[in-house]
């Protein structure tokens, strides 16, 4: 019995590794793909310096800051107007809502919204801000579809590291004299802080990859622009769309490709940015 136990652990030991392998292989696949065709664009100094004004599709020049910035000021809005609505939400469902009516609504509002596609917030968006109160497409009115996008993810992602924070805690801190919304922001947060941000981190990323809002509420550019209420500003997605609608075409492919490898960076950069903060601030054990 016991060599019978010895082979099957080993036989899933195995299974387990193998599987593990074989589901690196196209990871592993698409990441050579990106660094090894767009790794020639974003090299150059020019690539995060200047952009597409005055380049013709075809040529092997210009940059990608205007899509670099618009992709960094559209995922900013986004954070902004999400994060603490998000935040605020979870904290309400864990720690108040109990089996209350609203609380019930509530999660069930955020299930559904955690199952919306992305063109559908993006025509929502459309016709209320646009054709509805009749504002101009806009950055800005990108980041109202992706807060649409994002805030399910992060108002999950809280209330599972709100509820992982022991009770013992909570009580600890009630027993002292401490009041709720204290334990709250000294206890509870500060505790469960390294699986916010990390969750938090994983929503920016997944909003920054987006390129359906895109397409509908804003119009491309080739210029620089901070200014996310203009009526054009570009972005890392939307620029892959465009050097692909370009044709097949060796200096569009490349922008493509490089505009792709920049966007991974980029969030790799915020993935890790945001361990390290976690790390420093989260309560050590």
Do not use: C
């Amino acid at each position: 019995m016991t060599n019978r136990r010895k082979v099957t652990d080993k036989a899933a030991t195995v299974i387990i590794y193998a599987s593990m392998g074989l589901a690196l292989v196209p990871l592993i696949w698409l990441l050579w793909t990106v660094l090894s065709r767009g790794l020639p664009m974003i090299t150059s100094a020019d690539w995060w310096s200047t952009s597409q004004l005055g380049v013709t599709v075809g040529a092997d020049a210009g940059g990608a800051a205007h899509a670099i910035i618009g992709t960094l000021v559209q995922a900013a809005v986004t954070s902004v107007l999400t994060i603490p609505v998000g935040i605020f939400v979870a904290i309400y469902l864990v720690e108040y809502a109990g089996n209350s009516r609203l609380g019930k609504i509530t999660t069930f509002a955020v299930d559904i919204l955690s199952g919306v596609p992305s063109i559908v917030a993006s025509l929502f968006i459309y016709s209320m801000w646009v054709v509805m109160f009749g504002m101009n497409r806009s950055g800005f009115a990108v980041s109202l579809a992706l807060v649409l996008l994002m805030l399910p993810i992060v108002v999950r992602n809280t209330e599972e590291m709100l509820r992982v924070v022991p009770m013992d805690l909570r009580e600890a801190s009630y027993a002292l004299g401490v009041p709720k919304w204290k334990t709250i922001a000294k206890i509870v947060l500060p505790t469960a802080l390294s699986g916010i941000v990390t969750g938090i981190m994983l929503a920016v990323a997944r909003v920054m990859g987006e390129s359906a809002p895109m397409l509908i509420l804003v119009a491309t550019s080739r210029i620089i622009t901070w200014d996310p209420f203009g009526q054009s500003q570009s972005s890392l997605p939307l620029l892959m769309l465009d050097m692909y609608k370009a044709g097949n075409t060796g200096a569009a492919f490349d922008k493509m490709w490089g505009a792709a490898l920049t966007l991974v960076l980029i969030i790799a950069f915020i993935n890790i940015a945001a361990r390290v903060i976690s790390a420093k601030f989260s309560v050590k054990k």
